[in-house]
């Protein structure tokens, strides 16, 4: 199983201790009751035998240890009372307790790359009251990877407290919704862009299932998003998938989804993405172009100015591996997407290219930045051994 654990939801009240740690009303009031419970049980074992004392301890711990979780599961603040192993939790139980940030690797690898975890650290910087969940294909629930593990990205991820690492099980993910049927009868082998289709379909659903924030993986969050109900505009008129966010069970991704089985088309790259979002979107409202930075709001859902994710646009997806003279602020940006899909020749960070990737990269993943400074020295060490 995968090690992961998770801390505090932004349900609890929370104070800060004077040591500075935080801490919450609600954890003070479960540690009380458990105090209370536990004594009451020591002193009723006073005076019996050691083994009926033996007895009432165990219990205590079993009694006290079911309640914490499932006040905890309401509160939020169970990894804040007690740490619990990350292993002993299902991608629902995570899931339920809502705002959740999720990425997708729908391909089999299991390593995911620099901008995959500097994505996923980003975003687990930005929104550290909630949680990171990164679905990957390539797990499955026999997979044994942890902090220790030999794959860097995974013992970087792993170590997060708010990032779980869970395998996408589509058979169950689509389960209740109007893409199930679809999946039974599509044939992968058959299906040209099955990895991004696949990923489409994921995507709407488990927002629909349990509400969100879904990101592409080569999204890099750089400060919260303050929406609850929005999309993002690419241009004018025009809307992305690459990232959204919406409350469980609304209306316009259940839609999508129901549009996703009538109009699918999957030797169409996007149809069942950006264009799917697009014509869903122009079906409920009267687009305009957008005149400054202002965002437009149609039906209760946001639509979000392209400053806000795509202030370099995708015909000039390669000026983030450049060098710049003076370096853009960003302040009209919750998120900074690298359009990796346009990046055929995989461009990368390189350590003290003086990018604009690699600024980002030091500011906002700097584990993955020092991770990749470690592995690009192993891998100049190795080299030289091996002429050597």
């Known amino acids: 199983?995968?090690?992961?654990?998770?801390?505090?939801?932004?349900?609890?009240?929370?104070?800060?201790?004077?040591?500075?740690?935080?801490?919450?009303?609600?954890?003070?009031?479960?540690?009380?009751?458990?105090?209370?419970?536990?004594?009451?049980?020591?002193?009723?074992?006073?005076?019996?035998?050691?083994?009926?004392?033996?007895?009432?301890?165990?219990?205590?711990?079993?009694?006290?240890?079911?309640?914490?979780?499932?006040?905890?599961?309401?509160?939020?603040?169970?990894?804040?009372?007690?740490?619990?192993?990350?292993?002993?939790?299902?991608?629902?139980?995570?899931?339920?307790?809502?705002?959740?940030?999720?990425?997708?690797?729908?391909?089999?690898?299991?390593?995911?790359?620099?901008?995959?975890?500097?994505?996923?650290?980003?975003?687990?910087?930005?929104?550290?009251?909630?949680?990171?969940?990164?679905?990957?294909?390539?797990?499955?629930?026999?997979?044994?990877?942890?902090?220790?593990?030999?794959?860097?990205?995974?013992?970087?991820?792993?170590?997060?407290?708010?990032?779980?690492?869970?395998?996408?099980?589509?058979?169950?993910?689509?389960?209740?919704?109007?893409?199930?049927?679809?999946?039974?009868?599509?044939?992968?082998?058959?299906?040209?862009?099955?990895?991004?289709?696949s990923s489409d379909a994921s995507r709407l659903a488990l927002i629909w299932k349990y509400g969100g924030i879904y990101m592409d993986t080569d999204v890099i969050s750089i400060r919260p998003i303050p929406e609850g109900s929005f999309l993002a505009a690419q241009k004018s008129r025009f809307s992305s998938n690459g990232i959204f966010g919406f409350p469980a069970h609304h209306k316009f991704i259940w839609d999508c989804m129901e549009n996703f089985v009538l109009k699918y088309n999957g030797n169409i790259w996007g149809n069942q993405g950006p264009f799917l979002m697009t014509r869903m979107l122009k079906a409920i409202c009267n687009l305009t172009d957008f005149k400054g930075v202002e965002d437009h709001s149609c039906q209760n859902i946001s639509f979000l100015n392209p400053q806000r994710f795509y202030p370099i646009p995708y015909p000039?997806?390669?000026?983030?591996?450049?060098?710049?003279?003076?370096?853009?602020?960003?302040?009209?940006s919750y998120a900074l997407h690298l359009w990796n899909f346009m990046n055929r020749n995989r461009k990368a960070v390189v350590a003290g290219s003086n990018s604009l990737a690699e600024k980002l990269y030091k500011t906002y993943c700097p584990s993955t930045y020092e991770d990749l400074i470690r592995n690009a020295e192993l891998r100049v060490f190795t080299s030289y051994e091996d002429s050597v």
């Open 1 to 197: 199983m995968i090690q992961t654990v998770w801390v505090s939801s932004s349900r609890s009240w929370a104070s800060r201790r004077p040591d500075g740690q935080r801490t919450s009303w609600k954890c003070g009031f479960i540690r009380t009751i458990i105090q209370h419970i536990c004594l009451r049980h020591h002193f009723k074992a006073q005076g019996k035998t050691r083994m009926l004392k033996k007895i009432h301890i165990c219990l205590c711990f079993f009694f006290v240890s079911g309640i914490l979780y499932e006040i905890s599961l309401l509160s939020g603040c169970f990894f804040s009372c007690m740490p619990m192993p990350k292993q002993f939790l299902t991608p629902e139980q995570v899931l339920n307790l809502g705002r959740s940030i999720i990425f997708l690797e729908t391909t089999e690898r299991l390593e995911p790359p620099p901008l995959v975890s500097c994505s996923v650290e980003s975003a687990a910087r930005i929104y550290q009251d909630r949680p990171i969940i990164l679905f990957m294909k390539g797990l499955t629930n026999d997979t044994v990877l942890d902090s220790n593990s030999s794959y860097t990205a995974f013992s970087l991820l792993s170590s997060m407290k708010n990032v779980f690492l869970f395998p996408l099980q589509m058979e169950n993910v689509f389960q209740e919704t109007p893409l199930l049927q679809w999946y039974n009868e599509v044939d992968p082998e058959e299906e040209k862009n099955w990895v991004h289709v």
């Open 316 to 332: 000039a997806w390669s000026r983030y591996y450049d060098v710049w003279d003076k370096v853009p602020d960003f302040n009209h």
